[in-house]
């Protein structure tokens, strides 16, 4: 129920729509705490695992990242353009070597999400940045694919001046419906559906999984007005070497 004129708090429009498009999300501090609490009593500490971090190239993202840092220490970083995660094959084998060794098994910790903004009056896709006296957008990325869905001529060649951008538009426009432009809520889950899956094939071509112990922390990070940092928590799972352990953070 919406607040009496005059009595509306600055982010109220904001609230109602996190909670109306991504019900249960989180701060970003309260799902970190969470997941590791969680992942501790699997066993996962800063010693002994590295954490990957694959989010959108925009600095918006970055204080979730430096959270990350701060709790699971330097991170591999799996970032491209709205979370994308083009590293291939050679960059998840990469990552692993880069674990911590000394026992019996490898531990991995990886975050893969895509983002959006929702502005002060609850606008999807708005953001404020520092040091612009206008809302701007985000994901960017998502927002620019839309454009060229909603003029109805979408490229999907390789540009090799736009490579990451066209790799997210060949990934992304078999999945819509003829015709179909989304809205930039529904598009950013479709994005998180395959950051999911690719996150899981990578993780199925580099994981030796009786040799290893792995999270796959996935979901959509949320920028609010006042620099506020939520995550929507997709359904999560740890796997230690061999077994599925759910994670239940939401
Ligand atoms: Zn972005």
Redesign the pocket.
């Known amino acids: 129920m919406r607040a009496p004129p005059g009595k509306m708090p600055d982010t109220m429009g904001f609230r109602e729509t996190l909670d109306d498009l991504f019900p249960g999300a989180l701060p970003a501090q309260d799902y970190l705490a969470k997941t590791t609490a969680a992942l501790r009593r699997l066993g996962f500490d800063r010693e002994h695992a590295i954490a990957c971090v694959g989010v959108?190239?925009?600095e918006l993202t970055r204080p979730f990242v430096d959270q990350i840092q701060r709790i699971w220490g330097e991170a591999f970083n799996f970032s491209s353009?709205?979370g994308m995660l083009l590293l291939g094959r050679t960059g998840f084998s990469a990552a692993l070597h880069h674990a911590p060794t000394g026992s019996e098994i490898r531990r991995y910790i990886f975050f893969a999400m895509p983002?959006i903004g929702i502005g002060q009056g609850g606008e999807p896709g708005l953001c404020r940045r520092a040091g612009q006296d206008q809302p701007s957008g985000?994901?960017?990325?998502l927002i620019a694919f839309r454009k060229e869905l909603e003029g109805g001529n979408v490229r999907l060649e390789l540009d090799p001046d736009d490579v990451e951008q066209s790799l997210l538009k060949q990934r992304l426009f078999p999945l819509l419906r003829h015709g179909d432009v989304p809205d930039l809520p529904h598009l950013t889950r479709i994005m998180h559906s395959v950051i999911v899956e690719d996150l899981e094939r990578g993780i199925s071509l580099a994981v030796d999984p009786l040799r290893a112990a792995w999270a796959e922390l996935t979901g959509i990070q949320i920028h609010g007005p006042d620099r506020q940092e939520w995550i929507w928590p997709a359904e999560s799972q740890a796997w230690v070497q061999g077994v599925r352990e759910p994670l239940t953070i939401g």
């Open positions: 959108c190239r925009d353009l709205a983002h985000a994901c960017g990325a």
